[in-house]
């Protein structure tokens, strides 16, 4: 991870794909299954949750639908890279009752939290823009209780658009943001994802997706489906 980078393209807006996220969007809004939704069905069949972190999401749009949906909860911490999205969450969230800490750390390094202490880790986005995942996914499973979750989300590179891409010589993007792929370095297929939590200690219980027309890309998820969402047990 790099600290500077993060903090200059948090600030940056491609006008030109922004404007075109923007209209497909709203064009096909009533469609749309996006990725916190379908990590919010997933935490609806877990109860008596009271540690939740999450990793460095760029807003805080999921930890309001996990307050709204675990009355109980009693911690909620947060690790960011940026200092400016730590603050902004800052504002937010220490008006609430519930107990949070926000962290600014890099995670290409050690997770500086307790062993066995979280119910609950989301990590959204995240892996494909670390050096080394494997690294973190077992400071994941150091920090997690036993029998308890980690919900993962990363894009699937062989989605039959980027299939598409590389047949035509053209690099496929995974990312709608600016810079060369958003600081996308690690690219993901289902299994590649599978065999990471695996080979670190967890069982997959679910694997799903999200994005426009989910439910229709049932046909053959992992040629249709633009991102991989994996709900896994610490064992």
């Not at 749309?32 to 935490?43: C, F, G, P």
């Not at 307790?114 to 494909?128: G, H, Q, W």
């Not at 994941?140 to 209780?145: A, C």
């Not at 939590?197 to 439910?215: C, E, G, Q, R, Y």
């Amino acid at each position: 991870m790099n600290k500077k980078f993060y903090e200059k393209v948090s600030k940056v807006s491609d006008k030109k794909q922004k404007w075109f996220m923007w209209f497909l969007f709203h064009l096909l809004e009533n469609y749309n299954i996006s990725r916190t939704d379908k990590v919010i069905e997933l935490l609806y069949n877990h109860k008596n949750i009271n540690n939740i972190l999450d990793i460095w999401c760029w807003n805080w749009t999921l930890l309001k639908k996990i307050i709204e949906i675990t009355p109980g909860i009693k911690t909620i911490n947060w690790i960011d890279i940026s200092d400016n999205h730590l603050l902004e969450a800052k504002k937010y969230f220490n008006e609430l009752w519930i107990d949070n800490n926000f962290y600014s750390m890099d995670l290409s390094s050690w997770i500086k939290l307790d062993n066995n202490y979280y119910d609950i880790i989301t990590c959204i986005a995240v892996l494909e823009h670390l050096f080394d995942p494997d690294y973190i996914v077992k400071e994941f499973n150091r920090i997690l209780k036993s029998w308890w979750i980690l919900i993962v989300q990363v894009p699937n590179i062989v989605v039959l658009q980027r299939r598409i891409s590389f047949l035509f010589w053209i690099r496929p993007r995974t990312s709608w943001d600016p810079g060369w792929d958003w600081g996308h370095i690690v690219y993901f297929t289902k299994k590649d994802l599978e065999n990471l939590l695996i080979n670190n200690w967890f069982k997959i219980n679910k694997i799903t997706w999200s994005w426009i027309f989910a439910n229709l890309r049932n046909w053959w998820v992992w040629l249709l489906s633009p991102d991989i969402i994996i709900e896994a047990e610490k064992i």
